[in-house]
């Protein structure tokens, strides 16, 4: 475990420049972090905000910098856009000035993210029988990694073998099986649909209500509107919930410390 005398923590987000919910939940967990006073230094870094990733390279003076995406999937920014940005040249980077940037696991790799899922799912639908209830966990997708979709998946197998809920999947936005074909999916007279995202920002809040026919068009962001969801919304014949992405949960700053405290110091 780092001291929090000599360590510096860096969370890095993504970040949007149409969306201000993108940023939220990493400079919240940040802000938890820091009052904790377990590192001598805690900020953040985004790929579409400031302070952006290159600029993240100057903002500490620690020996030690522990880098922790907050990301949900191990896939294309984690394995490529990260560590070209930040410099990073594998799990420990031994920069020439004599820091030790430590990259750990990105957010969504906790095996926490289960019972976050779940909590999200509960708290959605509160009262209603899970076994009347399809469950669904929305990822992105995409071809420019195929590791984009396994962390969805994995989460969906595993709350299935649980088999509290009469159907689990997990679907994407941009490849099969497609959240926008949920009714075809699913049997259930309940659908819950859970973002598997780390924010509110565009995908969750104005992508996806689209795609599962919420709504016609991209609406406001999440902090703009007054009411956040109104659910349950009967649609195409069913009672459909429609979750907060999983990112906003308080619990994720125990996740992004864990991660930290999980990173190998044998690789260094």
């Not at 201000?20 to 940040?30: K, Q, Y």
């Not at 976050?116 to 997708?141: K, M, S, W």
């Not at 009469?166 to 099969?176: D, I, K, N, R, W």
Request: net charge negative.
């Amino acid at each position: 475990m780092p001291s929090p005398s000599n360590s510096a923590l860096l969370l890095v987000g993504h970040g949007s420049t149409q969306n201000p919910d993108s940023s939220a939940p990493t400079l919240v967990h940040a802000d938890v972090i820091r009052a904790r006073g377990r590192f001598a230094e805690v900020e953040c870094c985004f790929w579409k905000e400031e302070p952006s990733m290159r600029e993240a390279r100057h903002l500490f003076e620690s020996p030690d910098v522990f880098v922790v995406p907050n990301f949900i999937s191990e896939g294309y920014f984690t394995q490529t856009v990260i560590p070209r940005e930040l410099g990073l040249d594998g799990r420990v980077t031994h920069r020439a000035d004599g820091q030790a940037w430590n990259y750990c696991e990105p957010a969504g790799s906790h095996p926490a993210m289960t019972e976050l899922l779940l909590r999200q799912a509960r708290a959605v639908a509160p009262g209603v029988d899970p076994r009347e209830t399809a469950l669904l966990i929305v990822g992105h997708g995409t071809g420019l990694n195929d590791n984009s979709a396994v962390a969805a998946k994995r989460q969906a197998e595993r709350i299935g073998a649980r088999g509290e809920y009469a159907e689990v999947l997990s679907t994407y936005m941009e490849e099969p099986p497609l959240i926008a074909e949920w009714d075809q999916l699913t049997s259930a007279p309940n659908v819950v649909v859970v973002p598997f995202f780390i924010a509110d920002g565009l995908h969750s809040f104005q992508d996806i209500p689209v795609l599962l026919g919420l709504e016609t068009e991209p609406t406001a962001a999440a902090a703009q509107r007054d009411v956040f969801r109104q659910t349950p919304r009967q649609l195409r014949g069913r009672n459909l919930y429609y979750a907060a992405a999983i990112g906003t949960d308080p619990g994720f700053a125990d996740v992004l410390l864990d991660l930290v405290d999980a990173f190998d110091g044998t690789d260094r």
